[in-house]
């Protein structure tokens, strides 16, 4: 391995602070994992096994994809633009900017614009260009990269953060969470308000559709989407579903995996720019995708990486990560790797050269924790054996530049000689055990070669006096000879139950969303259509708000906006900073997770839901769906520019993993559904 890989290695796991971090993080992570599992309307293993067998499928089949993609979203009015590499992909994004003369870029998280270094591009043109995500904002405030392709500032701890916005920022210092997000969301609602252009990632491309799915929690991927004149959305051409309903189970797995959710706070699905009948939205949406080496990987033993969605549950699952860090994965010149973890250890000299990137995969237990937490199946440990092995090319013979130390070469030889006879095998364990139980107690003074990468943090442990097996022997008081079956009768089974579900009743769906909406932190409330106007009323009256954003009269029962009015309520349709409050219909709502599905149209202003600090939202008992594959058949999302799905207040857990409430959209949300 290079040598500054090793230093970084052991700067990272001498660094006390960014352990605490990461044990947060990995802690945190695998718990919420852990709920978000218990809640899935099938077994996890054959949801992921269905998962798997669609990437795959994608990826053999993504020329014609692709092509059906470009079609479909051309038809609907999306520009299209195609990039070979990252000098292409900027060009054409600084040309769109020209164009436009855009001065202020807004940009919601996208590990492709990290990839192909887009801000500094943009910036040698002399645009100022802000990330909103608040933990990209903060490690751009410190010009520092990403450490995380979920977590950016997962590295550092409040009273970093604080200091940081202290200095740069000219706030007051704070260690109060909910107050250091304040302070990002009052800078940046400027930005977002401001901004010339949008720039956004791409969570999938739906190709019978031709139809962006952007998912967030924070509320800036909506707004980088849905208020500057000009969006461009910058997507890999991997990323990649066939239809709605493949997109359904990626959006099931997808945030599982990453945050321990059922389904983000916003699911984007985005078709066309603004309409003729639309009442806000950019006026032009750009499609750059985006090849940069993806076509030679497809090509590669490594074709595999491309399966990933870019969930970061290997990343939290991985000891290795747990204990070095996004920072500790870099280029053998000492550059940081764009993807850390064990699929950055993959998709690095995939991409940007065996040469250069090689050592990562070494980095490594192998101990197959990233292939079981992997939402689509990635056998990831096989992959970096083969990059040790210089197994790349189909049409190549291996590289063999790993470049293994001899003793370690000599030591496998042994270990083979040894492992294929099982005479030879038991002896070897028992010499093992013996020799061990000797050094163990010397291993803190003891130094291993530095090829090996052991003993930077790790004593050797001492090894029990016993086999497993012959634990096992006594435990079960097995005879030699005594059949396995007699056995089976004395092992134990763990029949605990897992953690609580809810119940879910079909035949009350309004019950299942309401205790889903409850639990994200919404607030249901029953009324009727004579009530109405005063169950709103009692809310507005509450929060002291005295003028709302509000769709257009003909989208909610016609007594409804008179009747606030009439109480002296001021109604905006045209979105204003100084308005506390959003009033909007809901088209549609899903039981099962909880969401509200609102569509863009005529006297919709998608500024309603989003810009106010509370929504409030009219629904139908009757509109409400028993889950997201129903919801996305509907004819209207599959007609509309713009729809979004709204599962509970705004929200984000970027800092020190603490969950905050409010970030960029609302932090209040209100459901006024109507039981008639």
């Known amino acids: 391995m290079p040598d500054k890989f090793h230093a970084r290695i052991r700067s990272a796991i001498a660094d006390e602070q960014l352990q605490i971090a990461l044990d947060l993080n990995a802690r945190n992570r695998q718990q919420a994992w852990i709920i978000a599992h218990a809640s899935l309307p099938e077994p996890w293993q054959t949801l992921r096994r269905r998962g798997h067998r669609i990437r795959a499928e994608i990826i053999s089949d993504l020329d014609q994809i692709l092509a059906q993609f470009v ?22 994004v ?3 900017a020209k164009q436009q003369n855009a001065k202020l870029v807004a940009k919601s998280k996208s590990m492709l614009s990290e990839e192909i270094g887009l801000n500094r591009a943009l910036e040698t043109d002399g645009l100022q260009v802000v990330e909103t995500d608040l933990g990209e904002y903060i490690v751009q405030l410190r010009n520092e990269p990403p450490a995380h392709i979920i977590t950016p500032a997962v590295h550092l701890r409040r009273s970093d953060v604080g200091q940081t916005f202290h200095e740069r920022l000219n706030v007051p210092y704070s260690e109060d969470i909910p107050t250091i997000t304040n302070y990002a969301r009052r800078t940046l609602r400027d930005v977002f308000l401001r901004a010339d252009m949008g720039i956004s990632g791409v969570n999938f491309g739906i190709a019978d559709q031709g139809m962006l799915c952007i998912v967030t929690n924070e509320g800036n991927g909506r707004m980088v ?95 290795v990560f747990q204990e070095i860090g996004g920072y500790s994965y870099i280029s053998k010149n000492g550059s940081i790797s764009t993807y850390s973890g064990p699929i950055g250890s ?27 937490a992997c939402p689509v199946g990635i056998d990831l440990p096989k992959l970096l054996l083969r990059i040790r092995a210089g197994e790349i090319n189909t049409t190549q013979p291996p590289l063999n530049r790993s470049n293994p130390p001899r003793f370690l070469t000599t030591g496998l030889r042994l270990f083979t000689w040894a492992a294929t006879s099982p005479s030879r095998y038991h002896f070897a364990q028992r010499l093992a055990g013996l020799v061990s139980r000797i050094i163990s107690p010397r291993s803190s003074w003891m130094k291993l070669p530095a090829a090996t990468g052991w003993g930077y943090s790790k004593d050797f442990p001492r090894p029990a006096s016993t086999t497993f097996q012959q634990r096992w022997q006594k435990s079960t008081q097995r005879k030699p000879g005594q059949p396995t079956e007699i056995l089976k ?20 769906l309004r019950a299942e969303f309401k205790l889903m909406l409850e639990a994200l932190g919404g607030e249901f409330i029953s009324c009727s259509q004579s009530n109405l106007s005063q ?31 009439n109480a002296g309520i001021k109604i905006s349709q045209d979105p204003k900073p100084e308005i506390k409050a959003g009033l909007t219909a809901a088209h549609a709502a899903i039981s099962a997770t909880g969401s ?81």
């Open 489 to 508: 009768s004395r092992v134990t089974i763990n029949s605990s139950s897992p953690p609580e579900q809810i119940k879910k009743d079909q035949s009350d």
């Open 225 to 319: 989407t849905s208020l500057p004149p000009v969006h461009v959305a910058l997507m890999g051409i991997e990323r990649m579903v066939r239809n709605l309903d493949e997109l359904a189970l990626m959006l099931s797995l997808l945030p599982r995996a990453s945050t321990g959710q059922k389904i983000t706070v916003y699911t984007n699905l985005i078709r066309a720019p603004r309409q003729a009948d639309d009442f806000d939205g950019p006026n032009e949406r750009h499609i750059i995708l985006i090849n940069n080496g993806r076509h030679a990987l497809r090509e590669s033993l490594l074709s595999e990486a491309l399966y990933c969605i870019r969930c970061g549950a290997c990343l939290n699952a991985c000891p």
């Open 596 to 676: 509200l599905i609102l569509t863009s149209g005529k006297e919709r202003p998608l500024t309603a839901s989003l810009l106010p600090e509370m929504h409030l939202a009219i629904l139908n008992k009757k509109d409400i769906l028993p889950n997201l594959e129903q919801a996305l058949s509907l004819d209207e999302i599959q007609a509309a520019s713009s729809t979004v799905l709204i599962s509970g207040p705004s929200r984000t857990a970027d800092i020190e993993m603490t969950l905050t409430v409010g970030v960029h959209g609302p932090g209040q949300l209100y459901v006024f559904c109507l039981e008639e």
């Open 346 to 372: 993959v998709i690095s000299p995939g991409l940007f050269g065996h040469d250069d990137f090689s050592h990562l995969a070494r980095a490594s237990s192998l101990c197959g924790a990233c292939k079981d």
């Open 94 to 96: 600084r040309d769109i």
């Open 535 to 565: 169950k709103v009323l009692e809310c507005l009256h509450q929060a002291d708000v005295k003028t709302i954003q509000s769709w257009g009269a003909n989208q909610f029962t016609e007594t409804l906006l008179p009747a606030l009015e």
């Open 71 to 92: 079609e479909n979203a051309q038809q609907n009015g999306l520009i299209v633009h195609t990039a070979e590499d990252a000098n292409q992909a900027t060009t054409i």
